[in-house]
């Protein structure tokens, strides 16, 4: 997903705070007029006003607490259901605020929802909303049937928000976590691939030759003639093996061009990031493809372990080539050994190579090899 999970994070509680804190405003603009009109008496109003800050402050704090996963019920979320049970006991006996003031009540169970496993969520909501309905009942009189429905529905909604918010909250974290995933993976596999490559142009010969020179110390001193001549073929297997590095290392070093701009854009779409190619090849010579193909890959190698990239742009035009990134996370001191040796490359066949971020949090590698 494209949104970063911090982020998304404090977008929906800087939502919920926003809510919270207007329910709040909103309950304090109601006593400071009853205590003006003379429908709520001054101690009730005061207390009310007194009660209210610590409350919402604390449910911000226990909200917080229990968006990172399940835990269980805590002091502090204690506290806050007796202060809601204090405001509720300040309700007002008529007026339009008398149903937010049982909101404040319904409210704390959303939080509780959060700590309680479903099944005892269920009976501490249908107790608590019990409790509220026959309290109401009695100070305000209103026929219990219409009291009961109204305290269980503004329950039911606030409870299912909350979960809602933070099962959002859930999805995009681990989508995230698998995004990163994704990333060391196709790193991990490239790694291994290579080690495969090295282990079977090397592993039997290097046995053989391990072998054949144990062989030969121990014929030394017996049989010279045939320790020279196992000597001999050790020489000749040494020669095999390198002649086949060499050429192994050579065709890992002429890389094709359209295949790493394919490989790049695979790896960077498995790793959760868009990613456009515009790439003018035409004319190019083969020195500057597979120079141009080292940079690609090196990019696109860059990109998936220093970034949380969710977009790439990979532009090519008359041997320029420009890769554009998002999501960086870091400014590095000073370029990896990747980069710094994919410099002196480029430097060394008469082009040139810079990688940077930008003010806009942007990453920008730019090489340029001789057309």
């Known amino acids: 997903m494209g949104a970063r999970p911090e982020t998304a994070k404090k977008i929906l509680l800087y939502w919920m705070d926003g809510s919270v804190g207007l329910m709040c405003l909103l309950l304090a603009g109601f006593s400071v007029a009853g205590m003006v009109s003379g429908s709520l008496d001054a101690v009730r109003g005061v207390a009310s006003l007194v009660l209210l800050v610590p409350y919402f402050v604390l449910f911000t704090i226990v909200l917080r607490d229990g968006y990172d996963g399940p ?104 989508a995230h976590r698998g995004r990163e995933a994704r990333a060391r993976l196709a790193v991990a596999e490239e790694r291994l691939r290579f080690a495969r490559d090295l282990h079977d ?36 297997l040494a020669g095999e093996s390198l002649f086949e590095v060499q050429q192994a290392v050579h065709g890992y070093q002429a890389l094709d061009l359209d295949e790493e701009l394919a490989g790049v854009r695979a790896a960077l779409e498995a790793a959760g990031a868009t990613c456009v190619i515009e790439a003018k090849t035409d004319g190019l010579s083969p020195a500057a493809r597979t120079l141009l193909a080292w940079a690609v890959r090196e990019g696109g190698t860059n990109i998936l372990k220093h970034s949380s990239a969710t977009r790439c742009a990979i532009k ?48 920008v590698l730019r090489a340029v090899v001789p057309a």
């Open 201 to 236: 142009l090397l592993g039997h010969s290097l046995s053989v030759i391990t072998l054949k020179s144990e062989l030969a110390a121990k014929l030394a001193t017996k049989d010279p003639g045939r320790a020279a001549s196992e000597m001999a073929e050790v020489r000749a």
């Open 71 to 174: 835990s269980k019920p805590t002091v502090k979320l204690m506290v806050t259901g007796l202060l809601g049970v204090a405001l509720l006991m300040l309700i007002p006996h008529a007026g339009v605020s008398a149903g937010m003031w049982v909101d404040t009540a319904t409210l704390w169970l959303s939080l509780a929802a959060l700590y309680l496993r479903p099944r005892a969520t269920f009976w501490l909501a249908a107790a608590v909303v019990a409790a509220i309905t026959v309290y109401v009942v009695l100070v305000t009189g209103q026929a219990w049937p219409g009291v009961l429905l109204g305290t269980t529905l503004s329950a039911a909604a606030v409870i299912v928000t909350m979960l809602l918010w933070r099962w959002l909250w859930w999805v995009i974290r681990d």
């Open 316 to 363: 090519i035009d008359a041997g320029v080539l420009e890769m554009v990134n998002d999501g960086v996370t870091a400014s590095p001191a000073e370029a990896g050994s990747g980069l710094r040796g994919l410099s002196e490359r480029l430097v060394a066949a008469g082009g040139s190579f810079s990688a940077r971020p930008t003010p806009d949090g942007e990453f």
